[in-house]
Nanobody, 131 residues
Framework: EVQLVESGGGLVQAGGSLRLSCAAS????????IGWFRQAPEKEREGVSC????????YYGDSVKGRFTISVDKAKNTAYLQMNNLKPEDTARYYC????????????????????????WGQGTLVTVSS
């Protein structure tokens, strides 16, 4: 059974940083795709970042490019989302999600309804950015 546990969320002032973690069990980062998504109250789910073994480099949503960095530490079986220069509009619950193959690349996963391509989801961690 795959389990993903996100952590690292919290309250931070605008301009600050947080690092989210996504610890995986029952899943290994061999051939994979992982996405970070977020959802704010009364807003649609938004793809934030993606990393896939089928792509040469990570993908980022336009709203976070240059500020967020996705990474995977295979030794710890954990993925991360480093978030810098946070803005109030980054406030949301953040979720990690994985697929145990790179059949779908990040252009699919961060595309319209691309979250459907990911098979396992964590429970999310709340990020609140104050102005």
């Amino acid at each position: 059974e795959v389990q993903l546990v996100e952590s690292g969320g919290g309250l931070v002032q605008a301009g600050g940083s947080l690092r989210l973690s996504c610890a995986a069990s029952g899943f290994t980062f061999d051939d994979y795709a992982i996405g970070w998504f977020r959802q704010a109250p009364e807003k649609e789910r938004e793809g934030v970042s993606c990393l896939s073994t089928s792509d040469g480099s990570p993908y980022y949503g336009d709203s976070v490019k240059g500020r967020f960095t996705i990474s995977v530490d295979k030794a710890k079986n954990t993925a991360y989302l480093q978030m810098n220069n946070l803005k109030p509009e980054d406030t949301a619950r953040y979720y990690c999600a994985v697929r145990g193959s790179s059949w779908y690349g990040c252009s699919d996963i961060l595309g319209s309804n691309g979250y459907r391509y990911l098979e396992e989801w964590g429970q999310g961690t709340l990020v609140t950015v104050s102005s």
